[in-house]
């Protein structure tokens, strides 16, 4: 039998960690941009995710940002409060949840052209090392996907 070798055991050392505060920083980066749209981050990902497709459904919109549903509902009933989205029954399926873009949220777009650009400054990295990071990260996001769902 094989044995792992050992691996650093302190908070510094640890991926999950890095990715973490990682995480907590970048979210940190986007809340000034965010406010000034009056959006959080998970309902900038979800206006982004319909910047892209609208008219989705709410589980293909879960799907998309790697979601529950019933993590996704209350975010668009929100978004739809601040008249940004409505929501609407399928008229083949009842069952199913359609998410649509108002004239508000489609305008909204064009105020969070800059986001981006702005996030890049705030990094000081170039944009082929975040490209590279976000590729690498996507990779990984899928091999432990793949490896929960075995």
């Known amino acids: 039998m094989t044995q ?3 691996l650093p ?3 510094d050392e640890q991926l999950c960690f ?3 505060s990682t995480s907590l920083a970048m979210t940190k980066a986007y809340k000034p941009l965010l406010d000034k749209l009056g959006l959080t981050y998970p ?3 979800a206006m982004l995710v319909l910047w892209e497709t609208d008219d989705v459904t709410v589980k293909d919109m879960a799907t998309r940002l790697n979601l529950d549903p019933a993590t996704v509902t209350p975010l668009l009933k929100r978004l739809e409060l601040q008249g940004l989205v409505e929501r609407a029954r399928g008229t083949d399926d009842e069952r199913l949840v359609y ?3 108002t004239g508000a949220g489609k305008a909204l777009k064009r105020q969070a052209r800059d986001v981006p650009g702005e996030i890049l400054c705030a990094t000081q990295q170039s944009p082929d090392f975040l490209l590279r990071l976000r590729d690498d990260l996507t990779r990984l996001r899928t091999t432990l996907n793949d490896f929960m769902d075995q």
């Open 4 to 6: 792992r070798p050992a």
């Open 9 to 11: 055991f302190t908070l």
């Open 18 to 20: 890095a990715l973490y």
């Open 43 to 45: 309902q900038y990902l």
């Open 99 to 101: 998410i649509r873009l």
